[in-house]
Structures are given as C-alpha cells and as structure tokens.
C-alpha cells in the first residue's frame, strides 16, 4: 500500500480537472433543505422595518407576513425559526406565555399560508422582559442576579403555549439548567409528546449577537449573560452541557456560533453523531461578511456559500441562517 501512495502514482488532481468530477467526489453537499431562517415578528400593522446592522433582515408586523412567508416557501426554504418583539415588556416577560402573544398570534397566520413549514419556536424571556434579562431577576446579596429555577417554571408555560399555538419544534435558547427536563415534562403532560426540542445546548457568551438584540430589542440594560452562558475560552464543557440535554430529553443539539466554533460543531458531532446537529450562523457572523461585502473586500456569494458549507462540513446537520433565502436562490442558480 503505502509504496503506490505517492507521486508519480499518486495524483490528487486527477479528480478535480473538471467540473463534473469535481461534483461527483464532493464530500458535503449545501441544500436549501438544510437551511431555517431567522424571522423577527413585530407587533404593530403594516410594519416591515430594515434592520440597520442587519441588511436585507427586517422585522415584520404579522399583517405583513403573507407575502414574505410566500418568498420563502418559493425559494425552497422549509423551516423558519420565530423571535417575537411583543408590544408591552414587563419583569417577567409575560407576554412570552400568554395565549394571545406575539408569537401565539403569529403562529396560526404563518401555518394558515404555509401549512406544511416547520415552525420553530425560539424560548427565552430576553425579547419579553423590561430589563432585557433571560428569565427572572432577583435581588441577592445586593446584586441582581437571573433566577435559575424561578425562571424553569416560566420556561415550562411559555413552551406549552407555543406548542398550543402551533409551533413544530421548541427551542430553549437561554442556558437555563434543567430547561429540557422541565419543558419536556410540561409539553408531555400538556399532551404535547409529539413535539420535538432542539436545545440550544452550546450557546456561548458570545460578542456576535450584537445585531440580533438591535434586531429582536432584547439586549440586557445593567450586566451580561456570562452567568448563563458558555465561556467561549471552553470546549470539554460542550460536551457535558449535551450529555445532560440529552439526559433530559433534547431530540436536538445546537451549536452557537457557528462560524467561530467549528471545533465545537465537530466535537459535538463526534462525542453523539446518533443526534441531529444544528448550528447557529449568528447576526455578527451575517453581519461581518455583510459589511466586508459592502466594501467590496470580499464576493458575498462565494463567501457564504464557502461559509455555510463548511458548518456542515464540521458536522452540522443544518444550519440556522439569516443568509438562508440567498443561498437556496444562489443553490438554485446552477
Ligand atoms: C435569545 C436568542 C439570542 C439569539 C438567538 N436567541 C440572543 C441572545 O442570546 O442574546 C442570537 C442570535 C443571533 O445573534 O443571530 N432569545
Ligand atoms: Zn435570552
């Protein structure tokens, strides 16, 4: 063997002079069909506002939905992932779990014209509550601090209205510990045993959703989310945080970032291949190419799908993506 694997035998080139046989040997594939796109659904009516430091992203009134869920479906796109701007935010963000919501609202339009799109429900209480915070804050030792298990019970109401709401797949998305196990227990004896939970298992605390609170107005007013959040100096931690989601009952696992924590994607991938993996192409992630684009540094087109392809050459199996409408119409062009 290994005299025959070497030049002038061996010739890595053979296999890439031409188009066709470059096709045919192609370790990973990009299809729409991998993709979900993010979409910020605002209340108010006729409402389709440009979000600034996210070009080509906006936030939507639910009146405005029609046409854009159209789009979607047209360019091949078949899951969607909600983030709600309600109209009033208060401590505990109660609009998040309350039956007539933005997104409980929002759910019913969206599966009106588009029945058969997988509708993720994004559950967290950042976009809800008046201090921007993930959960309950409470005062201790004269710090404000997030209130783990005060904060589970929420969780737990806000997901069952989501699922009576329509929603396909729940998404905790605040590193809250024991959010899987509490959300499963009350989605099943809600009678909800049929709907799945991706958890955003691996989320860091990271700088790359900077644009997505100007988008979904949910940045923090005083503190951060390292208290919840992964370290992103960390990576062996992944690997309890999806033991435990998994213990807990997560159908999914999410990787966030995506772009910056390929290692992540693949340790994962590696350490529980028998569970779907999804990784989050995050607003500063879309952000940089944007700008870098806009600039003219770099051609956007092959440097997202040059991007998106190596998410899921790490080992993700789909991809949370602001740029998912570009790439499926990019993917179609050939
Ligand atoms: C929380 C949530 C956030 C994102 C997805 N879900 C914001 C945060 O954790 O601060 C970020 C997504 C992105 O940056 O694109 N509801
Ligand atoms: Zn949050």
Known sequence: MSHLGHYPKTRLRRLRHAPNLRDLVRETALNATDFVLPLFIRHGSGIKNPIPSMPGQFQISIDRLDDEIREII??????????????????????SYSDNGIIQTAIPVIKKIAPELVVISDICFCEYTDHGHCGVIIRHDDQYVLDNDKTLELLAKQAVSHARAGADIIA?????????????????????????????????????????????????KFGDRSTHMMDIANSSEAI??????IAEGADMLMVKPAHTYLDIITRVKQAYPELPLGAYHTSGEFA???AAAEKGWINEK?????????????????????????????????
């Not at 991706?198 to 959703?209: E, P, R």
């Not at 309890?240 to 989601?245: G, Q, V």
């Not at 991007?307 to 499926?328: C, E």
Request: hydrophobic content about 45%.
């Open 74 to 95: 047209q360019l091949g796109i078949k899951n969607v992932i909600l983030f709600g701007i309600p109209e009033h935010k208060d401590a505990l963000g109660q609009d």
């Open 172 to 220: 905790p998305s605040g590193m809250i510990d024991g959010m899987v196990h509490v959300i499963r227990n009350a989605l099943d004896q809600a009678g909800f045993n049929n709907k799945p939970i991706l958890s955003y298992s691996v989320k860091y605390s990271s700088s790359m959703y900077g644009p997505f609170r100007q988008a979904a107005e949910g940045a923090p």
């Open 240 to 245: 309890r945080e999806c033991s435990l989601d």
């Open 288 to 290: 940089m190419i944007k």
């Open 302 to 334: 092959s440097a997202v799908l040059e991007v998106l392809t190596s998410i899921r050459r790490a080992g993700a199996d789909f991809i949370i993506t602001y740029f998912a409408k570009d790439a499926a119409a990019w993917l179609d062009e050939v």
